[in-house]
């Protein structure tokens, strides 16, 4: 016993002045990292050895971060999967309640009298808000508006902000001549802000503005 581990206990030596870390001996000889540690405490490496092992630790603490970043990628997209899932179907009254629950959200109650109006730069929430105007609102194609509000120095970008926005809501692009330039506003998004406005509205904008109430009402 006492010679395989004065053996061990030489490879371990030989592979230190080689320049190997503890946890590459370890591997190489089968010993606790301990051991290892005890048996080379007083080898001297040389700087380009030094050298050698730190950029060994930031290579490999990289590749270990780059692995958790993958996993819990991978995990994200699997829990997003399975969520979606989930949804199958979207009855007519858990519909009419999401376009209720967006447009309080929004802070559009407050403009009873200019009607129905709903701004967003995220096309998942216009489109939502337009199949909720078709669907629960009963509003007919032909009773909307678009405006496209851009910030500061996107003059340049208007045109293909219309072409978007009328791919979004499959809608024509002459419907989205109505664009409004920011003075002095830095907007983060490429394609500006679509603003939905829906003629001659205010009534359907007392109703919804109802809806909230008794929603809150619920709440109390």
């Known amino acids: 016993m006492q010679h395989i581990i004065r053996y061990k206990k030489g490879i371990a030596i030989e592979l230190r002045k080689k320049g190997m870390s503890y946890l590459e001996i370890q591997n190489a000889i089968n010993v606790p990292k301990s051991t290892v540690a005890f048996w080379i405490k007083d080898i001297k490496l040389t700087e380009p050895q030094i050298q050698k092992l730190k950029n060994n630790r930031i290579a490999s603490a990289k590749r270990n971060s780059q692995k958790r970043i993958f996993k819990i990628k991978k995990e994200t997209e699997e829990i997003k999967f399975s969520s979606s899932k989930a949804v199958s179907q979207i009855s007519k009254r858990e519909l009419w309640l999401m376009g209720i629950i967006l447009y309080w959200k929004a802070g ?7 009607g129905v109006q709903f701004s967003s730069s995220d096309p998942h929430l216009i489109k939502l808000f337009l199949r909720w105007l078709k669907e ?6 032909e009773e909307i508006i ?18 978007y926005w009328s791919q979004i809501t499959n809608f024509p692009e002459r419907n989205f001549n109505h664009i409004y330039f920011q003075k002095g506003k830095v907007l983060k998004t490429q394609f500006g802000i679509l603003r939905i406005r829906v003629r001659a509205s205010s009534m359907l904008a007392r109703q919804i503005f109802g809806w909230i109430r008794g929603i809150q009402e619920f709440y109390r």
């Open 108 to 114: 559009n109650e407050s403009n009873l009298k200019k």
């Open 146 to 163: 678009f405006d496209i509000l851009m910030g500061n120095g996107k003059k340049e970008k208007a045109k293909n902000a219309a072409k």
């Open 136 to 141: 629960a609102g009963k509003i007919e194609n």
